[in-house]
């Protein structure tokens, strides 16, 4: 069963890269506050979130944000590594 999960906690945790709002439709969205270049997003990253709920929404953002240090630990290290040679 998902946590609940309120907009406060949102956007305390994620609100100084995206902007978390409700949707006109119903539902939830995040919007980074400053887009990724296309070779980032090809890479799985996101500019924009939807959820259905705020607990999905904030399992979204979690993901992405794993994903985002992830592909940033793994720059650091290629970049390290051709620093070497």
Same mark, same amino acid.
């Given at each position: 069963m998902a946590m609940a999960v309120t907009?406060? !906690?949102?956007?305390?945790?994620?609100?100084?890269?995206w902007l978390v709002s409700d949707a006109v439709g119903g539902g939830w969205y995040a919007?980074?506050?400053? /887009?990724? /270049?296309?070779?980032?997003? !090809?890479?799985?990253? /996101?500019?924009?979130?939807c959820a259905a709920t705020l607990a999905a929404l904030a399992a979204g953002l979690t993901a992405e944000t794993e994903l985002e240090e992830r592909l940033l630990r793994g720059g650091e290290a290629l970049e390290q590594a051709a620093s070497r040679h």
């Open positions: 907009l406060a !906690e949102l956007r305390a945790k994620y609100g100084r890269n919007v980074r506050r400053h /887009s990724l /270049s296309r070779e980032v997003l !090809e890479r799985g990253l /996101s500019n924009v979130r």
